[in-house]
T-cell receptor, first 115, second 113 residues
Framework: GAGVSQSPSNKVTEKGKDVELRCDPI?????LYWYRQSLGQGLEFLIY????????KSGLPSDRFSAERTGGSVSTLTIQRTQQEDSAVYLC?????????????FGPGTRLTVT | AQSVTQLDSQVPVFEEAPVELRCNYS??????LFWYVQYPNQGLQLLLK??????LVESINGFEAEFNKSQTSFHLRKPSVHISDTAEYFC???????????FGRGTSLIVHP
C-alpha cells in the first residue's frame, strides 16, 4: 500500500512569506507526527496528533508555527513570516496509534529553504 | 525525561569490514529502543527495535543490536558492511507512558570500496 507522502518535496521561499507543508499519512493510522531535521541536529519533535487533536504542541518553536489535521487524515504545517532559521527538512511520520512501542513510518520530507 | 546520545557523528569504514554504531540512552523507567536508517533523499525507515524479551535483536539485512540495561546502551553492529549500507542511522528511545520517541543526532555511516 501507499506510504506516507509529503508535498511539496522542495520549497524555496523569501523571508517573511508564509508556507504550507502537507502530509498524507498511511490510511488507518491515527497518530501523526511532525519533526524538523536540520544538518547535524538530528530530529526535532514539533507536534503530534491523535486523530484530529494535538495533545502535545510543546515542540513548536514559536507562535509562527501551527498545524492542523482534518478528517483524521491529512495534516498541514504552516509557518508564517518565515525566517532563515526555519530552513530545514520537515518530516512527517504516522503510526497506528500514539504509543511509544509502535514503529513510525516516515515520509520523504519537505526541504524548505528561506532566502 | 528521556535522552539519547549517539557518540559518533560519522563512521567511515571499508567494505566488508565490521562496524559498530554506538547509542546510549537515559531514562528512569522501562524503555523501547529503535534504530532507524535514512538513505539519501528519503525518509527514515525502521531497521530494528527492542520492546522486551531477548536482548539481541536482528534486522533482515544483517544488522543486530543488543539491549544492555546496565550500561544503558543499544549499539548497532554488522559483521561485514556493503557499499549500500552507506546512510544516516538514528537511534531512538521511548520510555514508559511517552507517546513521542526521542531521537539521537544520527551517525553517518560511510562505506568505502
Amino acid at each position: 500500500g501507499a506510504g506516507v507522502s509529503q508535498s511539496p518535496s522542495n520549497k524555496v521561499t523569501e523571508k517573511g512569506k508564509d508556507v504550507e507543508l502537507r502530509c498524507d499519512p498511511i490510511s488507518g493510522h491515527t497518530a501523526l507526527y511532525w519533526y524538523r531535521q536540520s544538518l547535524g541536529q538530528g530530529l526535532e519533535f514539533l507536534i503530534y496528533f491523535q486523530g484530529n487533536s494535538a495533545p502535545d504542541k510543546s515542540g513548536l518553536p514559536s507562535d509562527r508555527f501551527s498545524a492542523e489535521r482534518t478528517g483524521g487524515s491529512v495534516s498541514t504545517l504552516t509557518i508564517q513570516r518565515t525566517q532563515q532559521e526555519d530552513s530545514a527538512v520537515y518530516l512527517c511520520a504516522s503510526s497506528l496509534e500514539a504509543q511509544g512501542s509502535l514503529e513510525q513510518y516516515f515520509g520523504p520530507g519537505t526541504r524548505l529553504t528561506v532566502t | 525525561a528521556q535522552s539519547v546520545t549517539q557518540l559518533d557523528s560519522q563512521v567511515p569504514v571499508f567494505e566488508e569490514a565490521p562496524v559498530e554504531l554506538r547509542c546510549n540512552y537515559s531514562s528512569s523507567v522501562s524503555v523501547y529502543l529503535f534504530w532507524y536508517v535514512q538513505y539519501p533523499n528519503q525518509g527514515l525507515q525502521l531497521l530494528l527495535k527492542y520492546l522486551s524479551g531477548s536482548t539481541l535483536v536482528e534486522s533482515i539485512n544483517g544488522f543486530e543490536a543488543e539491549f544492555n540495561k546496565s550500561q544503558t546502551s543499544f549499539h548497532l553492529r554488522k559483521p561485514s558492511v556493503h557499499i549500500s549500507d552507506t546512510a544516516e542511522y538514528f537511534c531512538a528511545v521511548s520510555s514508559g507512558g511517552s507517546y513521542i520517541p526521542t531521537f539521537g543526532r544520527g551517525t553517518s555511516l560511510i562505506v568505502h570500496p
